[in-house]
Structures are given as structure tokens and as C-alpha cells.
């Protein structure tokens, strides 16, 4: 069983008014698909968000049931919870608490105030979604069998391990964090009973699964700090009332074959077509979510250094910065969109000419867009603060047909893959942002190529399959452990 | 020798142009000076800051002199360093960016922007200073003997137990740290090439001194991390080229008898007439320097939400604020010094009247008018983002009449001795702030005196005296172990 926040279908309404099943939003979606396509035994269970989804959930009185989603069958179950609590636990206590919490985004002098609003936020929101999401997943249980699998996925669902184990002490679990795990202090900002509550409800499982050692390590360290578990860092593991819960981690990756196949699509090369015949020299790459944690100010501020320490590029290098507006319901995330905008037009006005903006701001979802950028970016930049793994540099060298390099935060998930092939940066060092942009744009082009063929190589080794594999083979490992 | 960045005497010129030696600012001075008052043998290395002392530094060329100060006599080597230097030292390295990172008070999305300007304040000031200590210290282990005894502190001499070592490979290093020492990520907004550098330079101790325990296991996480050390966490140790550095904790104190002494004084007893004669029911106090780990609006918001959730309250209970402006130099300090001002203003507006302002907000620096409020105080909040000890609640306790009450923040160093008998907070928590607030002040009489004789009696035990003992006994027994 796979239970996530989004899931592989979203019901919508077309023209004419009639629902058809859309993919579900997200990269998790897609990493999950695979996994449940065209299998009756599995089941998914995921959030009714839109109202069409709440339709259909309540047409199913709240069951599974099967749904066909380009041309593969998934068996589904939407869980309908309460539309203030859902709000609560998704767009104040999960976004940006949680998620501010683990990318160590808190401008703590300031932020946040926790009160009421937040710690109702956690009680009548987080709370209450955990709990409906745990009915449901115990309903399956039942239908399953009591040791039935169950992979839970990201910092939705904390307490939810916790709940299920409550309701079906033979059940299988396993929960994968998708995005970074801090050290023990980040926790600090959330009360006392919440920190631990959380915490005890993730050591529900028999795996926490992430993307990096570095993730593993924090999560052992927070149990030993936050919640005075006993934990072993050679086995990583932590022992919770004589059960051992492992702690593992698995570089998620991107399904290579079906992402070839979209970047060779005719929307596709239509924007390339128009990317060429504007291109000045080269062309520097961003593809991102405007979210925070992205560093999307910095990266322009790099280039601003570099502009500046190397005039002669003016007019023959453009940034092309693809940015998905993101959480739009959420203050923060309105106010960097303006920081962002204001930004580019101070930089765009302090370089540019009537021939040229060194800045091209593409500030909406367009996939096909974003597909052209990749294949045709000479230099992509990943500089984020904190990212779980970040996806974008997989898919950007796996399409790319410049040779083009790789610039690449030190903090995130994929450095520990591709780090040795790309100009790793310090995300909040702008001066070797700036450095690293122009030596990637210098580079030989014989270098260029060796770079880029490294990492190709990395990404097509260590792919979907791979990551799904590992974590199968660990589960039945443990199962068969378990007796 | 004690080495640190502000000495035990300042010199300053009177209305008559004639130098005089005053007290050295700041609590450490304090601490210390028990230890060299009239002992030829100890030698106190510390900046030449101000002017006065420049001159006096070169009189003396650059050599140790002794000087008198409160009837006492001091051995003092003043360093002159290059204004620039001094400036980038001080002013950009240490303060904010060391300060900040160590009470986590960057907001990473927006600051810093590591670039020239901060890699300059590390080579050519930071590196620079320590540099020119080195000399100093290296200089007086000449005339002192090989094997001397170096007490270093605080976060302005990262590099110099190293330097000293290559000088004097026989001396004793010791080195105490007064600030919070955060967990290893905090560290990672430097360039990899100097926070290497900086923890490099502490593990030329051979004894790494902090205030907590926790600040204790952070270092040993760093060294394990940044540096990849082998460390010994049931030993409290690191293993660095075959030497052993011992890290341990030692809580500071105050000098309960001259603190005492202080409270008694005239021209305290003045303001506490003043208090008295303005006092409600109910007198909240808070005393700090101006600076942003010391969690300031949120004190006040949480007095808000009291007065919101407790209307009978108002009329009856002010917060006096007595709060020292502090590095307004930097610029991020100027804008907290501002928040500050307009938070008050709102507060004041939205629930005072005609005869009645809800906080009496004091910002200037008045060492008697402070004491009074000590003396005065029903409850003292005292609830900082993190603190290295905190020597506020040690103060306010020992010398208050009315036993008050200690509301007190969990990240503080002083946590470990009075948590039990204050009552905790959580410093990100506003309302649990406004809860305890209001549960100070409604606490029975009887209640309210059993914890302050409590937090008494600890103040008294864990006196200065027992802070240095505790760490000369240390330094002794690790001196006879290396022969």
C-alpha cells in the first residue's frame, strides 16, 4: 500500500463539465507511479484536495477503487477530510512550518511566533488529517491481511506510523522523507509535547527512509537529542520499546526513458526553436519552484558579481531562470516572488541594453518550456540552501545537447552523486557562485563533455529502478526478519 | 595568562585631558579578574580599543606593564592592531557573522551574502588579529616558561590556540568559549576553507572550555562533521594528530558578595524609590543588551497576548524593559533597536491610558538603575532565542526582595541549574510565554518564595570560585598527564 498527501490521479472538470482523471501534481507522483501502475494488489491512498475529488471519494463512500490514468489502471482510495483541517495541517502546520523547519528557513529573530493559531494548526489540522489518513489505511490493512506493506511518503504524515502500528500491530511499515532532515536544534522552534509527538509518531515505523546519509544521521541524532532514544549510529537504527527501527537512505532518481521521450516532444522543440534564435553566446539555466529554499536570489546576485568582475561577458551571456510560482496561499512565499521580481529588474537595469536583458524571468509552469532550457543550457544552476535531493540537475544533464556543466549547491541531496563531476558552490557564498558561473562558462569544452558524460552515467546507473529495488529488497529483508 | 579581547582596564582621558584606567566593560572582565587581581605571576594579554589605550600600548612598547585598578594591581599587555584590521576583526567577522551563526540567528534565504567583503574581514582581520595575539602570547611564554599556562576566550580567538602552539609547542592551551556553540550545519553558511580553518584553530587547544554540556557535544559533532575527527563522546574528547583535546563544561557565575555589595549601593536604592513610587500591583522586568539573540519582541508580544487573555491585568501589571543598546555599528542591530521602538509604540497604544503605559521601555545603558529593577521585580523574563549561560537570571535572583519569579527560556546556558525552579519557556512560543507570564504572577506567595530560595542556594553553590577551581584543577590534572 502507498499512502501519500497528492496522489496519481486528481479529478477535475472538463470544458463541458465532465470529470476526468488528471496525473497528480508533483515529482512524487511520478517516482510512485511505477510502483502501482497495473497492480490490483496495491493500493494508493492519497488526499480528495479538489472538489472533484471529494465528489468521486464520496461516490466511492470512501473506498478504494479503480481508475485508469493514460492508459495504466491504479486502485486508489481518497480520503475526504475536513476542509478547515485540511487547510490548517497543509497550508500553515506542513507549509511553511514543517517545511521552514527542515530547510532551516526560520529567520528565528522574528519567525515564528508560534501561538494559538499554529498550535491549533497542529491539533485540529495535522492532528486530525493523521488520524483520518490512519482509518483509512487500517481499512485497507484489513483487506490486505494484517502484514500487509505499508509505505507511507514525506512530512505529511509524522504522526502517522505511529497511528497505524496503534490499529494494526502487524502491519509492515515503512515511511520515506523526501525532504532534508535537520539537526536536533531546527526542532526547537515547536514546542515540546509537538517536537516529541512527532518524532514518536515517525518511529511508528520499522524503516524511516531518506535520500542522503546526512538525512539518516540527523534523524538518529534528533531521536538521541529530542527523545532520548537509544540509537546506534554503525547500525542505524534506534531501539523504541524493544523494536528496532532502521534508518536507511536511497538517492530517489527520475524514470530516464519516459523523460527522454517527453524532452524529444514537438512542444518541445518549438520553444527550442525560439530559445535558438534568441540565444546570444551561452546561456546559463535555472528551472526551479519559487520556493525559498531555492536561493533564487543569490543565484542572481551571482551573476550580477560576475557581470561586474568580467564586463566583457555583458551581451553575450543570458540567465534564463525558469520559475514555477509556488505556494502562493502562504505570505512568505508571495513576498520572495517581489524580492525576486525587484531583484532582476535592478540587475536587468544595471547591465542591460535595448538589445539585451541579461536576466530572462520566466515566472509561470510550463513544462515543455523547462525542457527546452534544460537541453539547451550551457551552465545549470542548482545553488538551493538546503534540497532533499533536487530532481532538476538529474533531468538537466540527462537531456542537455550543449555539454553544458553543472553548477551545484553542496547542500543538497544530489551532490553526493554528482558532486564530483559538477562546480560544487557554497549556496551562501555569492563570491564563488560568481566564480564558479564564470569557470563553468570558460570551461574547454573537452572537460565540458567529460563532465557531462560522468553524470549521464550517474543518472542512468542509479535509476527509478534501482531506488525502488533497494527499498523492496530491505523491506522483505526486514519482514522476513520480523518472522 | 589569560588572554581575551577586552582586558581588565580601559584607559580614558578625564575632563582634564588626563588618562585614567576605568573598569573594562563587559560581564567576562568580571569573571576574570579575581583571577589576576594582585598576582605578579599571571599576565593579561587583551586590545588596545580605544585611543587612550593605543597610546598607552606604545609607551609601554607593546610590552606587559602593571597598572591599578579598584585598588588593585593588574599585569597587563595591551595589543595594538591595525584600525582596519581591528575593524574588519570586530566589526564584520566576529560580529554578526561568528555571533550570528553561534545563536542561529542568520535568516539563510536572505543573509548573508558571503562574498569580497566577509572573505576580507577573515584573511585581512580575523586571521590578521589572531595573528598578532599570537606574537603577544608567544612573546610573555617567553619570559613566563615553555610550559606556561594560556587561558584563551571566547569566539575572537578560533585561530589562536593553534598559532600559539606552532610558537610554543610546550605551553598549555586552554581555551573557553562563552557563546553557544550551535550544531555542525549552523557552521556551514562559511566556506568550507574557513570554518575548516576555524575549528582547526580551537583544536590547537588542549582544552576546549564551554558553559553547557550541550555546547560541549555540538563542538565534538563539529570536529566529527566539518573536520572529520575521530571524537570520543563518552570521554569528551577529539583525537587531533595524536594529541588528546579534553572538551569539557564548566558553568559560569557571578561574584555573589560583590553583586551583593552592588545592590546595596546608594544611588540604587535611589531608583528603587522611584520604582516604588510608580509601582501597580505588579512589576515585569527584563534586562538586556539589545541584541537579537536576546528575543526582545517576542517578550513583548507574549506581555500582548497576556493583556488580551487577562484584561483584569491591565492597569495592574507593567513591563519594565531596561534594556543597554548594544553594536549599533551593525547595521542588523540598528534595525532590532527599531523593531523594538515600534513594537513598544502599539503596545502601548492599543491597551494604555492616560495613567497607565503597559511597558516603561528604558534603553539606555544605567548599571544602578538596573539593580533596581533586580531588587524590584515580580517577575523577571528572561527568554533568549539561545544564550551561552545567561548571567541575567543569576543576577535578578540573588538580589530580589520580593521573590520573584524566574520565567525562563530552555535554550539558556543557566537552564541546567535553575530550570527546575523557574518556570520554563519555550522561546519561540508566545503563548506558552504569555501562559507562564500570568502563571508567575498569580503563583502563591508561599510557591513563589520556595523557588527563589531554591535558585538562590544554587547561584550561592555554583559560585565564580567554583567555576575557576573546577578548571584549574583540570588544567592542573591535564598538565601533569603530558609530563
Same mark, same amino acid.
Given at each position: 500500500?502507498?499512502?501519500?498527501?497528492?496522489?496519481?490521479?486528481?479529478?477535475?472538470?472538463?470544458?463541458?463539465?465532465?470529470?476526468?482523471?488528471?496525473?497528480?501534481?508533483?515529482?512524487?507522483?511520478?517516482?510512485?507511479?511505477?510502483?502501482?501502475?497495473?497492480?490490483?494488489?496495491?493500493?494508493?491512498?492519497?488526499?480528495?484536495?479538489?472538489?472533484?475529488?471529494?465528489?468521486?471519494?464520496?461516490?466511492?463512500?470512501?473506498?478504494?477503487?479503480?481508475?485508469?490514468?493514460?492508459?495504466?489502471?491504479?486502485?486508489?482510495?481518497?480520503?475526504?477530510?475536513?476542509?478547515?483541517?485540511?487547510?490548517?495541517?497543509?497550508?500553515?502546520?506542513?507549509?511553511?512550518?514543517?517545511?521552514?523547519?527542515?530547510?532551516?528557513?526560520?529567520?528565528?529573530?522574528?519567525?515564528?511566533?508560534?501561538?494559538?493559531?499554529?498550535?491549533?494548526?497542529?491539533?485540529?489540522?495535522?492532528?486530525?488529517?493523521?488520524?483520518?489518513?490512519?482509518?483509512?489505511?487500517?481499512?485497507?490493512?484489513?483487506?490486505?491481511?494484517?502484514?500487509?506493506?505499508?509505505?507511507?511518503?514525506?512530512?505529511?504524515?509524522?504522526?502517522?506510523?505511529?497511528?497505524?502500528?496503534?490499529?494494526?500491530?502487524?502491519?509492515?511499515?515503512?515511511?520515506?522523507?523526501?525532504?532534508?532532515?535537520?539537526?536536533?536544534?531546527?526542532?526547537?522552534?515547536?514546542?515540546?509535547?509537538?517536537?516529541? &509527538?512527532?518524532?514518536?509518531?515517525?518511529?511508528?515505523?520499522?524503516?524511516?527512509?531518506?535520500?542522503?546519509?546526512?538525512?539518516?544521521?540527523?534523524?538518529?541524532?534528533?531521536?538521541?537529542?529530542?527523545?532520548?532514544?537509544?540509537?546506534?549510529? /554503525?547500525?542505524?537504527?534506534?531501539?523504541?520499546?524493544?523494536?528496532?527501527?532502521?534508518?536507511?537512505?536511497?538517492?530517489?532518481?527520475?524514470?530516464?526513458?519516459?523523460?527522454? &521521450?517527453?524532452?524529444?516532444?514537438?512542444?518541445?522543440?518549438?520553444?527550442?526553436?525560439?530559445?535558438?534564435?534568441? /540565444? /546570444?553566446?551561452?546561456?546559463?539555466?535555472?528551472?526551479?519552484?519559487?520556493?525559498?529554499?531555492?536561493?533564487?536570489?543569490?543565484?542572481?546576485?551571482?551573476?550580477?558579481?560576475?557581470?561586474?568582475?568580467?564586463?566583457?561577458?555583458?551581451?553575450?551571456?543570458?540567465?534564463?531562470?525558469?520559475?514555477?510560482?509556488?505556494?502562493?496561499?502562504?505570505?512568505?512565499?508571495?513576498?520572495?516572488?517581489?524580492?525576486?521580481?525587484?531583484?532582476?529588474?535592478?540587475?536587468?537595469?544595471?547591465?542591460?541594453?535595448?538589445?539585451?536583458?541579461?536576466?530572462?524571468?520566466?515566472?509561470?509552469?510550463?513544462?515543455?518550456?523547462?525542457?527546452?532550457?534544460?537541453?539547451?543550457?550551457?551552465?545549470?544552476?542548482?545553488?538551493?540552501?538546503?534540497?532533499?535531493?533536487?530532481?532538476?540537475?538529474?533531468?538537466?544533464?540527462?537531456?542537455?545537447?550543449?555539454?553544458?556543466?553543472?553548477?551545484?549547491?553542496?547542500?543538497?541531496?544530489?551532490?553526493?552523486?554528482?558532486?564530483?563531476?559538477?562546480?560544487?558552490?557554497?549556496?551562501?557564498?555569492?563570491?564563488?557562485?560568481?566564480?564558479?558561473?564564470?569557470?563553468?562558462?570558460?570551461?574547454?569544452?573537452?572537460? /565540458?563533455?567529460?563532465?557531462?558524460?560522468?553524470?549521464?552515467?550517474?543518472?542512468?546507473?542509479?535509476?527509478?529502478?534501482?531506488?525502488?529495488?533497494?527499498?523492496?529488497?530491505?523491506?522483505?529483508?526486514?519482514?522476513?526478519?520480523?518472522?
Amino acid at each position: 500500500m502507498l499512502v501519500s498527501h497528492r496522489g496519481p490521479i486528481e479529478y477535475r472538470v472538463d470544458d463541458h463539465g465532465r470529470r476526468f482523471a488528471a496525473r497528480g501534481g508533483g515529482g512524487l507522483v511520478t517516482a510512485l507511479s511505477g510502483l502501482a501502475v497495473n497492480r490490483p494488489d496495491v493500493v494508493w491512498v492519497a488526499a480528495a484536495i479538489g472538489e472533484e475529488d471529494v465528489a468521486m471519494a464520496r461516490e466511492q463512500a470512501g473506498k478504494a477503487f479503480t481508475a485508469e490514468r493514460d492508459g495504466g489502471m491504479f486502485n486508489v482510495r481518497l480520503v475526504e477530510n475536513d476542509a478547515e483541517a485540511h487547510h490548517r495541517f497543509y497550508a500553515i502546520f506542513a507549509n511553511p512550518m514543517l517545511w521552514f523547519i527542515q530547510h532551516y528557513l526560520w529567520d528565528l529573530s522574528n519567525a515564528p511566533d508560534v501561538g494559538g493559531h499554529e498550535k491549533l494548526a497542529f491539533s485540529e489540522g495535522y492532528v486530525t488529517v493523521n488520524e483520518r489518513f490512519a482509518d483509512a489505511v487500517a481499512d485497507e490493512v484489513v483487506q490486505l491481511g494484517d502484514d500487509a506493506v505499508v509505505m507511507m511518503h514525506d512530512y505529511h504524515f509524522y504522526l502517522l506510523p505511529q497511528l497505524v502500528r496503534q490499529r494494526c500491530p502487524g502491519a509492515h511499515l515503512h515511511h520515506f522523507i523526501h525532504i532534508p532532515w535537520p539537526q536536533p536544534d531546527a526542532w526547537r522552534v515547536l514546542p515540546a509535547d509537538i517536537r516529541m &509527538r512527532l518524532l514518536e509518531g515517525a518511529l511508528g515505523s520499522d524503516l524511516v527512509a531518506f535520500h542522503t546519509e546526512r538525512s539518516a544521521r540527523n534523524f538518529l541524532l534528533s531521536c538521541q537529542e529530542l527523545v532520548d532514544r537509544e540509537v546506534d549510529f /554503525r547500525n542505524m537504527c534506534v531501539e523504541v520499546d524493544g523494536r528496532q527501527v532502521a534508518v536507511r537512505w536511497y538517492p530517489i532518481s527520475i524514470d530516464v526513458n519516459e523523460f527522454e &521521450r517527453l524532452a524529444g516532444g514537438d512542444d518541445v522543440q518549438l520553444h527550442e526553436t525560439f530559445l535558438r534564435s534568441r /540565444r /546570444r553566446d551561452q546561456l546559463i539555466v535555472r528551472v526551479d519552484r519559487t520556493d525559498l529554499s531555492k536561493n533564487i536570489l543569490r543565484g542572481f546576485k551571482a551573476f550580477d558579481t560576475m557581470l561586474l568582475d568580467h564586463p566583457e561577458l555583458r551581451g553575450r551571456v543570458t540567465f534564463l531562470a525558469h520559475l514555477q510560482p509556488s505556494r502562493q496561499d502562504v505570505p512568505q512565499y508571495v513576498d520572495y516572488v517581489d524580492q525576486i521580481k525587484r531583484l532582476v529588474a535592478d540587475i536587468n537595469l544595471k547591465h542591460g541594453t535595448t538589445e539585451w536583458q541579461p536576466i530572462d524571468l520566466q515566472l509561470h509552469d510550463d513544462f515543455a518550456q523547462a525542457l527546452a532550457a534544460y537541453k539547451q543550457f550551457d551552465v545549470l544552476l542548482v545553488n538551493s540552501i538546503y534540497d532533499g535531493m533536487n530532481l532538476v540537475a538529474k533531468e538537466g544533464v540527462l537531456v542537455n545537447e550543449r555539454n553544458g556543466v553543472l553548477v551545484l549547491s553542496e547542500n543538497t541531496g544530489v551532490h553526493d552523486e554528482l558532486g564530483a563531476f559538477a562546480l560544487t558552490v557554497n549556496p551562501f557564498d555569492v563570491a564563488d557562485q560568481a566564480d564558479k558561473l564564470y569557470q563553468a562558462l570558460a570551461m574547454p569544452s573537452e572537460e /565540458r563533455r567529460a563532465r557531462r558524460e560522468q553524470c549521464v552515467a550517474v543518472v542512468r546507473e542509479n535509476d527509478l529502478d534501482k531506488w525502488l529495488d533497494r527499498q523492496l529488497a530491505d523491506i522483505a529483508a526486514l519482514t522476513r526478519g520480523v518472522g
